[in-house]
């Protein structure tokens, strides 16, 4: 056996991949102990209370131990996967064969046989015993020998639908440390679920054992009689499946944390204004045809942000923030204009930066790689950070409008309704028109009515004639 030296092994720790966060949950590990990793591969996926995000490990080597298992909530800073590198690589993987050659070793051996060169099996007789009645195996159990030849073969044995009983005789698979810490923990390792690579017992599987609650009860003491079942129409409280509980976490719990402290920190105010768009619709058909335009993501949505960057720049102290701090208003002559999107893991709010000085095509760009990006769950941390205005289309869902709630450390947050056919009166005269809703929420410290209301109306301006894009940009 080759003893590894502390320096041959690399602690990979959890990063902080974006700015302040101070944990996140490991979703799922594309490596287990004994693989061979190279520097800048991505080892495991993680969820930050921002987004999902790969990390790469930063050098050569070979895996010893996966920390934690999928699932768990690691602190930033935390050691989660160790590396043996060097002189240590080779040895990594000795456990593994040392657990199997100790499994082998082992192994109870049938009277009459022989022992013979692992990896090659026991003869098989054509000898049959009678099982004796109520001690026969599952037929899908797979007996040490067989899982080990698999091993030593380079195929892993075949995982069997459900958790087998322990037969008598087996010793389960597990390496050295993890059967003293069962000792030392009064774990009985045959009880225990495996969640190691081919079979092997991990220091999570002994520690999930220790936490697991003791089995209920099933059936009421012969001295008392049992409790009758509940009816159908009187549920009781612990009537599971009338309840789903979700665990708060990664993006949903940074997102509740984010509204509360908004909506009882910034004194909202929200206006409304219902706009005709018809023309700009029509403009947005136009757009579709223009080959400056070809491959890009051209919607209503896009005249919608570029309005809204035209009002900002006629009105620019509706683009700040409150530093509560030091008591002032800090004006921004940059806007990253932030889309609200809906995504699995729930609601976030990337940012286009420098959105003030891209051209109509290149936002059309920026939004149609801010939505894939989305919808792929592949949006950056830095991608979120440093917003300082933000759209909501609320209106993809059927809504025609809503009061949102400002991003944390913005002014103003934009909220698009359903576009809808109703009847308006156009040039004197009822007609069917293209007509939507908008809501503008905004900080009443540093936006004062008429500010909001300008911007507002700028907005609307714009989508009712969308030529003003030209003389206002």
């Avoid at 160790?82 to 199997?100: K, L, R, S, T």
């Avoid at 940074?254 to 009882?264: D, H, I, L, R, Y």
């Avoid at 070809?294 to 896009?302: I, K, M």
Wanted: a negative charge.
């Amino acid at each position: 056996m080759t003893t590894m030296t502390d320096s041959s092994v690399r602690e990979f720790k959890m990063p902080d991949v974006g700015e302040g966060l101070t944990e996140a949950e490991i979703l799922k590990w594309y490596v287990q102990p004994g693989d061979t990793v190279t520097d800048g591969q991505v080892v495991c996926e993680v969820e930050t209370a921002k987004a999902a995000v790969e990390l790469p490990i930063p050098y050569d080597g070979v895996v010893r131990e996966l920390h934690f298992p999928e699932g768990t909530t690691v602190d930033v800073g935390t050691s989660i996967i160790a590396v043996a590198v060097g002189d240590g690589a080779a040895a990594a993987a000795e456990p593994v064969q040392e657990a199997v050659q100790e499994a082998v070793a082992e192994e109870p051996k049938p009277e009459g046989r022989q022992p013979v060169l692992v990896g090659y099996g026991v003869s098989t007789s054509s000898t049959k015993r009678r099982p004796r009645k109520g001690t026969e195996a599952p037929a899908a159990a797979q007996t040490p020998s067989a899982a080990i030849q698999a091993e030593l073969n380079g195929h892993g044995p075949a995982a069997p639908a459900a958790p087998a009983a322990p037969v008598t005789g087996d010793r389960p698979l597990a390496k050295p440390p993890v059967r003293k810490l069962a000792k030392d923990l009064g774990v009985d390792l045959a009880t225990v679920v495996p969640s190691g690579p081919d079979g092997i017992i991990t220091r999570e599987d002994v520690h999930a054992a220790v936490a697991a609650p003791e089995p209920a009860q099933t059936a009421a003491p012969r001295s008392e009689p049992a409790a009758p079942a509940p009816s159908p129409s009187a549920p009781t409280s612990y009537d599971t499946t009338r309840e789903t509980r979700i665990p708060v976490k990664g993006v949903r719990k940074a997102t509740a944390a984010a509204m509360v402290g908004s909506a009882f920190t910034a004194p909202h105010v929200t206006e409304f204004v219902t706009v005709d768009v018809t023309r700009t619709m029509k403009l947005v058909e136009e757009l579709k045809q223009d080959k400056e335009y070809t491959g890009l993501r051209v919607n209503p949505l896009l005249l919608i942000a570029k309005a809204l960057l035209v009002s900002i720049k006629r009105n620019p102290d509706i683009n700040a923030s409150w530093d509560e701090a030091a008591q002032e208003i800090v004006v921004k002559h940059y806007v990253n204009l932030g889309i609200a999107a809906a995504t699995p893991r729930g609601l976030i709010v990337p940012n286009i930066k420098d959105a003030h000085a891209q051209t109509l095509p290149q936002l059309a760009g920026s939004l149609g790689e801010l939505v894939s990006t989305a919808r792929e769950g592949k949006t950056s941390p830095a991608a979120m950070q440093g917003g300082t205005v933000t759209i909501t289309n609320v209106g993809v869902f059927g809504v025609d409008t809503g009061t949102p709630i400002l991003n944390p450390g913005e002014s103003a947050i934009l909220a698009v309704g359903a576009i809808k056919l109703q009847p308006w009166v156009h040039k004197g005269k009822v007609k069917p028109r293209q007509v939507t809703t908008l809501a503008l929420s905004f900080d009443h410290r540093l936006v004062d009515g008429e500010l909001g209301s300008k911007v507002l109306a700028d907005v609307a301006a714009v989508l009712e004639q969308p030529k003003r894009l030209i003389s206002w940009a």
